[in-house]
């Protein structure tokens, strides 16, 4: 199985603070990795750093057949080719409130990428369709529940046909009873062999969907490999620690 992404060395600061020590990782096609570990240990830096949403300081980052050295200060045109490659799933939803689902789906084929409208809406009602939400095409976001919002946002990421899809803690802001329809999508995107890299606390989901785990700790890749190593049997005391705190608390 050939590698989707490769990152290598990336670095990444912010004032004085630096947050990112040299990460490297890759992430197999048509697998998922979970990103675990400690608040502020750098889980969501790395993720923003694969669309460069954050730029680093320093590393190759290649995904697919697009790689991008961040040292030598990438021009617009690379970058553009490089956040192309992605899709990117928030924790807070950030659809526009003032569109409609469908609206919001379109966006980014039609304004962005141009393509036929008839051609693009008819791909976002399939996959509105597909995470359930085909007869909320028509609402606002405010109509829908924090749970809907978030399934909107992943059809809407999946509607720019990226290779690598990126989620930063969906479920987080979430209510618990909202959060396995969530989940059973995400699922769903693994079965059907999506490519995704997953910063999450939910240790149990990372376990049933994940190929890989990455424990970050302090900016470094504490610990990494299959769940059933990191999250069952972790070699470190670190990730034990974390994850006694994450699974059994107080």
Known sequence: MSDLVTVQKVRKSFGDHLVLRDISFTVP?????AVIGPSGS???????TLNALDQADAGVIAIGDVSV??????????LARFRAQSGMVFQSHNLFPHKTV???VLEGP????????????????????????????EQYPFQLSG??????GIARALAMRPKLMLFDEPTSALDPELVGDVLKVIK???AEGWTMVIVTHEIRFAQQVADQVLFIDDGVVAESGPPAQVLVAPAHARTRQFLQRILDPI
């Open 188 to 190: 769903d995107l693994a």
């Open 147 to 152: 749970g809907q919002q978030q399934r909107v």
């Open 110 to 137: 039609v304004v962005v990428q141009r393509r036929p409208r008839e051609e693009a809406r008819a791909e976002a009602e399939q996959l509105l369709d597909q995470v359930g939400l085909a007869e909320k095409a």
């Open 29 to 33: 096609a048509g697998t998922v990795t």
């Open 42 to 48: 750098g889980k969501t830096t790395v993720l923003r």
């Open 102 to 104: 469908i609206q919001n």
């Open 69 to 78: 050295d961040f040292a030598g200060a990438p021009d617009r045109a690379t």
